[in-house]
């Protein structure tokens, strides 16, 4: 008996729209969210991240209704983030039938908000996202998609969120991101040695090599990838026969 | 009509649509009166066993479900809902459950014995069951079924465990029951077909 690692493809949303851009721009419509959640659920994936990468105020009934539509469509975990600002705002997003929901940058502007969170919910719903970038020699937490620094030490960081309660750190690279290049192994090292939450390696993935190298080498307890399952150049079920082709313990 | 156990913590959505997905008509309950006519009984969970205990205490709720498991009416828990039905849990202190089966609820050890696992338990894990003939459960044997939770149950008598999972060198109950209860620790509503499968097998289920 063992846990298996977990594969997550990456939807990011706009306007209740599946889209794919590179580091955040140049958007292309790739399709439906519920028609996405069901191929991907067909493919046997193991779970699956919305990112409402707009996240604005007004749309905000839009991802809800989006949510509850996925949720009565695929019975698999459902992780949610974008925008989350506040207690009301996770509510909203497990009551529409999220299981986890992702607070990126209002946890670094009120980091008491995760833990609030977490004893509210429960750590197992509480997901802190960390967008970082290789400053010198070591990693800060940055927003507005990368273009801005918190001067704030990544690693540090991931830790300081596990111990207020979060359940798990989606840790993306903001250098690797929209490269292909695969993930940043030393960064995804450093938060695993460094929490105790599940991390979520994310950003980079052009290979299913690299998923492998994200749960050897990087340590992580997931991948998360989206362009290569998005445009149909792998399958879910490719991706798994390549990381149990190097016994990784995978669901079937 | 199956009676949904709605405490207000729960990710009721998704229950409600995989029971539906699989035949079975909800109702949600809110307080004990609404159990009236409900031949089936699922008890969902997410949230604190402190909370969920008042919760279905303040609505006269713990009372009527001891009334109607004592009626024969087939009860389902899942995750905080199976941990409900043992006598205590130490989750956040030392909280008194429905102590419809006789046991306790414990967490994980922070250093788990083996090393690289991580607590929450949470992600997709194998399911060994007891007994391979059991009308429900043999639907999940050696399938696998996704986990959430940092404390599990131990029931006081070994043949009150109906199934077993193992995390970090910590083997633990997947599955309790006696008679017409039946808890399990992971989420069916998440488990894509080997969940409704189950759900499935507990919506035909004559104890």
């Known amino acids: ?252 | 009509m199956i009676a949904l156990i709605d405490y207000g913590m729960g990710n009721i959505h998704s229950v409600t649509k995989a029971l539906e997905h699989v035949g079975g008509r909800v109702k949600r309950v809110r307080q004990a009166t609404d159990l009236v006519g409900c031949t089936r009984i699922v008890f969902p969970g997410v949230g604190a066993f402190r909370d969920c205990m008042a919760t279905l205490r303040e609505r006269a709720l713990d009372g009527a479900l001891h009334q109607a498991v004592a009626a024969g009416t087939p009860l389902l828990g899942i995750c905080l809902g199976m941990q409900a039905l043992l006598t205590r849990s130490y989750e956040f202190g030392c909280f008194d459950g429905l102590d419809l089966i006789a046991g306790e609820v414990v967490p994980f050890p922070p250093d788990l014995p083996a090393a690289g696992h991580k607590i929450p338990h949470m992600g997709w894990n194998d399911v060994v069951i007891a007994d391979p003939l059991h009308p429900v459960l043999s639907a999940i044997d050696h399938r696998q079924l996704y986990f959430v939770h940092s404390y599990y149950c131990q029931p006081q008598h070994l043949a009150h465990t109906l199934a077993e999972s193992e995390h970090g060198g910590v083997r633990f109950a997947a599955a309790i029951g006696r008679d017409n209860l039946l808890g399990v620790q992971f989420h069916p509503e998440k488990s894509q077909q080997a969940g409704l499968d189950l759900l499935h097998a507990f919506l035909r289920w004559n104890p």
């Open chain 1, 1 to 252: 008996m063992a846990l298996s690692k977990r594969i997550i493809p990456c939807l990011d949303i706009a306007h209740g729209r599946v889209v794919k851009g590179v580091q955040f721009i140049d958007l292309i419509d790739a399709g439906d969210p519920v028609e996405a959640a069901i191929r991907y659920d067909q493919q046997g994936a193991d779970e699956l991240t919305f990112l409402d990468i707009r996240a604005s105020h007004e749309d905000r009934d839009t991802l809800y209704g989006m949510v509850r539509e996925v949720a009565a469509h695929v019975f698999m975990p459902l992780t949610v983030g974008g925008g989350v600002k506040s207690l009301d705002d996770v509510a909203r997003l497990l009551h529409a039938g999220a299981d986890k929901v992702s607070i990126n940058s209002a946890a670094l502007q009120r980091p008491a908000l995760v833990e609030e969170a977490a004893l509210r919910f429960g750590s197992s719903t509480i997901v802190v996202a960390v967008d970082a970038k290789r400053v010198d020699d070591h990693w800060e937490c940055f927003t507005h998609g990368g273009r801005k620094s918190t001067g704030i030490n990544a690693v540090a960081w991931a830790r300081q969120m596990s111990d207020a309660g979060a359940g798990e750190i989606l840790l993306t690279s903001m250098d690797a991101d929209g490269t292909r290049n695969g993930y940043d192994i030393p960064l995804t090292r450093a938060v695993v040695d460094a929490v105790s939450a599940n991390v979520v390696a994310s950003g980079g993935v052009g290979s299913l090599a690299h998923l492998v190298e994200g749960l050897t080498a990087g340590g992580a307890d997931a991948v998360l990838a989206a362009s290569i399952f998005h445009f149909g150049e792998h399958t879910i079920a490719e991706a798994k026969q390549a990381l149990a082709s190097h016994a990784i313990p995978v669901r079937r």
